[in-house]
């Protein structure tokens, strides 16, 4: 069974930073992509688009190939940036095809 956990969330200031990290763990072949989606309080969730202006220049995706894990730094936190934070991936195995799993969640909260 294929998990993924978060971790890093928390409570910052506006203007500080966090960096979530997703541990991919389980049995799979490969990783075919991966990302992140949040939701913020009263809202849908939202997958996020890095080159999207409201995250651009101070969200940062990265991936340790060797690990499994990815992470989300985000830099010049606001207090929109509120919410529950999933990561996701699809992953590859041959006895399941391609499928997605998300993580649990986890909060940030971005105080002003």
């Known amino acids: 069974q294929v998990q993924l956990v978060e971790s890093g969330g928390g409570l910052v200031p506006a203007g500080g930073s966090l960096t979530l990290s997703c541990a991919v763990t389980?049995?799979?072949?490969?990783?075919?992509?991966m990302g992140w989606d949040r939701q913020a309080p009263g809202k849908q969730r939202e997958r996020i688009n890095y080159?999207?202006?409201?995250?651009k220049g101070r969200f940062t995706f990265s991936r340790n190939i060797a690990t499994d894990i990815f992470s989300l730094e985000m830099n010049s936190l606001k207090p929109e940036d509120t919410g529950v934070y999933y990561c996701?991936?699809?992953?590859?195995?041959?006895?399941?095809?391609?499928?997605?799993?998300w993580g649990e969640g986890i909060q940030v909260t971005v105080s002003s």
């Open positions: 996701y991936a699809n992953v590859y195995d041959y006895s399941t095809g391609s499928v997605t799993y």
């Open positions: 389980g049995r799979f072949f490969k990783i075919n992509f």
């Open positions: 080159e999207d202006s409201s995250v």
